[in-house]
């Protein structure tokens, strides 16, 4: 008896030693000892986990028969149990097939491996280093193919981007965004570049054509960041710096200014100013507009998850001052993303994201700072606004600080998008099936006020206050259903995909013009004070309709040869009644070389895969109601007894044949990689054929119309891009890596329909010279006028190139009709960006370069450089030939004939190479950090320096008036520039 209670006695302790929780520690390393940060502990069965510290360290409470599994992505995950022991070390081990790069391609991922299309990866982690008020903005030079072009680079404004060349004249050439899985996701200045996992850039027409008409011009999909199995993750983010006008323009000065109007006078006896008698105000406008200008960034996140639902929440905030005076953005952002899991089979999901962007646009341009008479003064001796005539230049102009003051413009944009999914896996996970529904909700307000304060109001006979108020909604909702089967065979894999879509999109708009409003102590709210007669109201409604049904079959033999093909039917409202519909087709195939027997043996190669690729994807430019017959009510039409009485006239004639615009597109790519993934390489040569341009077409005088926009033309593009990466050196305390990617493009017109040539550019006033042509057999892009070779050292008249006369032949004497020809272009020869980052133990330092070479800008402010009303280039105007300035002259004489027509000499080398981003961080060690995973401190600077042509004027050739617009491209009227920006940061997890 004894004996029994005694064992009992010992059971129960044992029993109760193994209930009991214990503090269980330990660290977890990789096959070669380095610490894994960040490896999720769960407890198996229960939502209990942590996660390892900065030196791969956890601690964790646990019976001692608990099960805790182990898992870090591109490692096995281990499971083990605990038992008498308190301290558990971990080996992880690689899992070659998690370590497989994959790729969101549309409606779907595939490894990297098994692509047979051209799919850029943007490196988002150094691509968004430093804050940005616009994700599209920090796109320059990070995918080979992705050209990024800016007309402003104030706060909050959006760039141009073009992938492979614009297929389009007038359709459009933008890029299709998928955020989530939401196609055509608009405004992307309101997404926050913290939440971005992923971006995946569809170039070649294979990649492209699931998405059908939508995708002509490329897709840009990104991914949002998604919670993950764990305990919560905190992290925080916080930035904030300064930012400033990298340099300045030369421009005169008052004594330059003076002196030049001395040189220029015709009467050299009687010069309009005396020298030692000039006004004492020599005001710099530039300095005076500008100013160091402070951004912050804050962003605030939460993650985390257990196997029934993970979560994904954050806030941000950023806040950009402009570094000129009256303008500045700001935007706001909350997001949550969710995914539960319902059953075994079941899951779903939403994605909610709200923001809102303030952005207080610039009343003033730095076309106007340059053009401003220096002799002028800000304030009057009593400290108002200075007002009157302005001493050199003899006009009468209102004033600049007082505009950037005084009056509002403001921007408020308030964007809903909401996304939800519901997914069934069924037979092992072979059988997929998903549906989503989604919309995107935009608001969009804008209030502008000049007050009847302004100088300018003032002068013009004490003119009352004007005020716009614009409003204007967009809605976009979208539903599409996809069934997915994948299976696998002995030696072959298939995959096929199914789907169909339906998206609606409108829009409205109304807009409230006002003007002697009575009151300024209120803003635009005193709009309702103005007289009728004084306000003017429009508006303005659209909506289309997109149907799309869709399928891909992908099919892997031995795991080196894929087939890929697809098909997408796709109808539009807005088109005509006989085109509404058209079919897009790709196939694709890639021969993975290096999995070939007689490759085995070759060591230096690790991969080596070569694709080709064909698709047709199509372009539907086309508004809304524009195909069908509208009628309008003009109040001043038919005269009847000698009075004006409405009538109805046809504003639109009916087009039952105008249809897409069609691109077909042929890619071959190789894919390298050497000494064991050291060194990579990938090289894509394209070709693309656009037909059916959409373009205005001459019709006859009895349609009421001059011209109809028609399918007509064509335009082609081909090129290169090139992609470079290395791993130069990877040791336990040093690491070094680069990147580079280079793309080349010829764009070339084939066809105009009735004509071999359209002009689309004009010089302004007082000036009408011909300056850019749409031409057969060149680039969209081209500049037009007179080749200009130099002038008469004895009269310093220009000389322009003869190369033709009446008779066909060259007669001496210049004359636009015969001597004008193509003077230069503004697409450059090639363009790229390069990566480059060491780590030497927590030190980081990181930089990244973009270039453009061989593209040319127009000056249209060199263009104005004759006019005796403007201040302008120092550098110009006091090298032009005069009476005193005859030996040293750089340029011709003033005079209309020298400088009031279209020529080269106004032609700029646009090429450049900028330090766009660099920066320098430390990760503290854990040690210093108890209860934190992660803290880091950083400096970033953007835009530190730039390298640009000797000629060029302005401040910066890649963000000009003309960087984007497909017909005026390149023409530089002085932009606002990009800034630079020095700001200090700090992530901290835990």
Do not use: C
């Given at each position: ?538 508006s303005s409604y659209s909506e289309v309709h997109n149907l799309g049904v869709f399928g891909r079959v992908s099919y892997i033999y031995k795991d080196r040869y894929v087939f890929n093909a697809s098909l997408r039917r796709d109808g539009k409202s807005s088109l005509g009644v006989n085109e509404k519909y058209e079919n897009f087709p790709s196939a694709s195939f890639a021969w993975k070389v290096k999995e070939e027997s007689f490759m085995q043996n070759v060591d230096a190669i690790s991969d080596l895969k070569f694709r080709i690729n064909y698709g047709r994807t199509g372009n539907s430019g086309v508004s809304a109601f524009s195909t069908i017959a509208n009628y309008g009510i003009d109040n001043n039409t038919i005269l009847v007894d000698g009075v004006s009485v409405p009538g109805v ?342």
């Open positions: 008896m004894t004996k029994l209670l005694t064992t009992i006695f010992i059971i129960m302790i044992s029993v109760s030693a193994f209930s009991q929780e214990k503090m269980v520690t330990g660290k977890v390393v990789d096959n070669t000892g380095m610490p894994l940060s960040g490896t999720t502990l769960i407890i198996k069965g229960t939502n209990n986990g942590t996660m390892t510290d900065f030196d791969g360290e956890y601690s964790i409470e646990a019976k001692s028969t608990d099960v805790i599994t182990f898992s870090y992505v591109g490692m096995k995950t281990q499971t083990v149990t605990v038992g008498q022991s308190s301290t558990i070390n971990i080996t992880m081990e690689e899992d070659a097939a998690a370590l497989e790069e994959v790729v969101v391609i549309g409606y779907g991922t595939v490894k990297k491996k098994d692509l047979a299309g051209s799919v850029a990866v943007v490196d988002t982690e150094n691509t968004f280093a430093a804050p940005v008020a616009n994700p599209q903005n920090a796109l320059q030079g990070r995918a080979a193919g992705v050209q990024v072009t800016s007309s402003s680079g104030a706060p909050g404004s959006s760039p141009e981007i073009i992938i492979r060349g614009g297929n389009s004249i007038t359709g459009g050439n933008s890029p299709l965004y998928v955020i989530d899985g939401f196609v055509g996701a608009d405004n992307i200045s309101s997404l926050n570049p913290n939440d971005i996992e992923s971006m995946q850039v569809l170039k070649d027409a294979s990649s492209t054509a699931i998405y059908g008409a939508r995708g002509t011009n490329g897709v840009i999909i990104i991914t949002t960041k998604k919670g993950k199995l764990g305990k919560p993750v905190v992290n925080f983010r916080a930035s904030s710096g300064i930012q400033s006008l990298p340099d300045e323009i030369d421009v005169q000065n008052t004594l330059e200014l003076a002196t030049w109007f001395n040189n220029i006078s015709p009467d050299q006896t009687n010069l309009p100013y005396d020298l030692d008698n000039l006004p004492d105000t020599d005001t710099n406008w530039q300095k005076e507009l500008t100013r160091e200008a402070v951004m912050s960034d804050y962003q605030l996140s939460v993650s985390g998850g257990t196997e029934a639902v993970k979560y994904y929440v954050s806030g941000g905030l950023l806040n950009q001052d402009g570094i000129v005076k009256g303008s500045g953005f700001d935007r706001y952002s909350l997001r949550s993303n969710i995914d539960f899991k319902l059953s075994k089979v079941f899951k779903a999901g939403v994605n909610i994201a709200l923001s809102r962007t303030d952005k207080e646009n610039n009343t003033i341009s730095f076309t106007q700072l340059l053009r401003e008479d220096p002799s002028k003064p800000i304030y009057d001796e009593e400290g108002e606004y200075w007002i009157g005539t302005n001493p050199i230049l003899g006009t009468e102009t209102g004033n600049l600080m007082a505009d950037a003051l005084l009056n509002d413009d403001n921007t408020t944009l308030d964007k809903i998008f909401i996304n939800t999914y519901v997914e069934g896996n069924f037979f092992d996970d072979k059988l997929t099936w998903k549906s989503t529904f989604g919309g995107d909700f935009i608001y969009n307000k804008r209030h502008r006020f000049t007050p009847s304060t302004n100088p300018s109001f003032i002068m013009n006979d004490n003119q009352l206050a004007q005020a716009i108020i614009n409003r204007s909604n967009n809605q976009e909702f979208l539903n599409e259903n996809t069934l997915n089967y994948s299976e696998t065979f002995g030696d072959h894999s298939i995959n096929v995909l199914a789907g169909a879509s339906f998206q609606t999109q409108s829009s409205e708009s109304v807009t409230i013009n006002a003007s002697d409003i009575p009151s300024d102590g209120v803003g635009v709210n005193a709009i309702q004070l103005a007289p009728a007669e004084s306000v003017a109201i429009s006239y046809q504003d639109e004639i009916a087009k039952p044949n105008l249809g897409w615009e069609i691109t077909d597109q042929f890619d071959a790519g190789l894919e390298i990689s050497l000494f064991k993934r050291r060194l990579t390489a990938e090289v894509d040569v394209y070709y693309k054929k656009t037909t059916d341009l959409l373009l205005a077409e001459d019709v006859p005088d009895f349609t009421g119309k001059t011209e109809l926009l028609t399918n007509i033309g064509e335009v082609q593009n081909k090129g290169i891009d090139i992609v470079l990466s290395g791993i130069i050196i990877d040791t336990n305390d040093f690491k070094w890596d680069a990147s580079l990617n280079i793309s080349t493009y010829k764009n070339e017109v084939i066809d105009l329909g009735q004509s071999t040539f359209l002009s689309t550019k004009n010089l302004t006033a007082p000036a009408v010279d011909e300056s850019s042509r749409l031409m057969v057999g060149q680039p969209v892009g081209i500049f037009w006028g007179a080749k200009y070779l130099g002038f008469d050292p004895e009269t310093g008249d220009a000389i322009f190139e003869d190369i033709s006369g009446p008779d066909g032949v060259p007669d001496g004497v210049y004359s636009g009709e015969y001597d004008d020809q193509v003077i230069g272009n503004a697409n450059p020869d090639f363009y790229g960006g390069f990566q480059t980052n060491f780590k030497y133990k927590n030190f980081d330092l990181s930089a990244f370069f973009a270039f453009s070479v061989g593209n040319e800008t127009y000056s249209e402010e060199f263009f104005r450089v004759n006019e005796t009303t403007l201040n302008s280039f120092a550098s110009i105007r006091n090298n032009m030939y005069s009476v005193n300035n005859t030996e040293n002259a750089l340029y011709p004489a003033v005079g209309s004939n020298n400088y009031d027509l279209s020529s080269s000499l106004y032609l700029q080398d646009a090429s450049y190479l900028r330090l766009s981003t660099l920066q320098l961080g430390y990760t503290l060690p854990s040690n210093l950090i108890k209860g934190l995973s992660k803290l880091r401190l950083y400096f970033t600077g953007s835009n530190l320096f730039l390298v640009k042509s000797d000629d060029y004027l302005g401040f910066d050739p890649d963000v000009n008036t003309g960087a984007t617009g497909q017909l005026q491209r390149g023409f530089d009227a002085i932009a606002y520039p990009q800034s630079r920006n020095l700001l200090l940061g700090i992530d901290v997890s835990f």
